[in-house]
């Protein structure tokens, strides 16, 4: 809400100027990178807010399941005292994570934010969301989709957490994104023609860095938005906020299977199975 109401605080300031003749040009610019600026970040309110919600009706029906089960287990006479102990654990913390409205589970959160404060040059952790946002400057090699040694030093560490625990039960969507400066040179157009296939190859690069580290490969999900999701108004500082990959944790759907090999052949990195739509990003990167 306080966004919205800078949003048109600065849609007001120009109608005025609109109104009262001619200014300087540079307080005319101001105020338009202002209200840009304003509107992206409500965007990214919005976005969250429907992540969110998406996660909380994931939580709410898989509470509601284990609830059912919970309750048919009891109603047995002689059942197996170990499985309903267990089913009795799965609830309660289902209804933990629903408390709290966080998707993930608290021990996998403690991992995660460990491991985010560990590596804050390469990362950051978002529990409320789920997510982390790895920053592509520091990710990738420049104008490509190639993992710097770093990165894959971070994304080994973050296959083992998701691999161990209550980790192995969930989710991996991976999303990429970048800013809207064109992509130029031929050698970079030549493997990534528009930034929505830069940002796309670049989640699955990051996708297959955990399927060979050994991470489930049925557990992903991967996209690329390319300019069109910035988080920051594009400017000299604004972009290198916008290039950055996601990666969302969320439980995984019913019926599907939690845990698999992780052994299969890494995807190759093209515009197959991945959104595709006309885009541009920084010229120093491409």
Do not use: W
């Not at 093209?270 to 920084?282: C, K, N, R, V």
């Amino acid at each position: 809400m306080r966004f919205a109401h800078s949003a048109t605080l600065a849609i007001s300031s120009l109608t005025l100027i609109a109104l009262g003749g001619c200014v300087p040009q540079n307080q005319y610019d101001d105020l338009m990178s202002a209200y840009r600026s304003k509107e992206q970040q409500l965007l990214q309110m919005q976005t969250d807010y429907q992540t969110a919600r998406a996660n909380e009706d994931m939580l709410r029906k898989q509470l509601a399941e284990a609830a059912a089960d919970l309750a048919a287990a009891k109603s047995m006479v002689g059942g197996d005292r170990g499985a309903l102990e267990e089913l009795e654990k799965r609830y309660q913390s289902l209804l933990a994570q629903l408390g709290s409205m966080s998707p993930l589970p608290e021990s996998v959160n403690e991992v995660l934010e460990k491991l985010a404060a560990d590596y804050p040059d390469i990362f950051e952790f978002d529990a409320r969301l789920g997510m982390l946002r790895f920053k592509s400057d520091v990710t990738f090699d420049l104008g490509s989709a190639k993992l710097t040694s770093k990165a894959e030093t971070v994304l080994k560490k973050f296959a083992e957490i998701l691999n161990q625990g209550e980790a192995r039960n969930l989710e991996v969507r991976v999303v990429g994104h970048t800013d809207n400066v064109a992509i130029r040179r031929a050698a970079t157009a030549a493997q990534h023609p528009t930034n929505v296939h830069l940002s796309a190859h670049r989640s699955i690069s990051v996708r297959d860095a955990l399927v060979g580290d050994g991470v489930g490969a049925n557990r992903f999900m991967v996209a690329g938005y390319g300019e069109f999701r910035p988080i920051a108004e594009n400017s000299t500082k604004g972009n290198a906020e916008n290039r950055r990959v996601e990666v969302f944790l969320v439980p995984m759907p019913s019926g599907a299977m939690a845990s698999g090999s992780g052994s299969s052949t890494p995807a190759k990195s093209s515009s197959t199975g991945t959104q595709t739509a006309t885009g541009t990003e920084e010229a120093n990167e491409k």
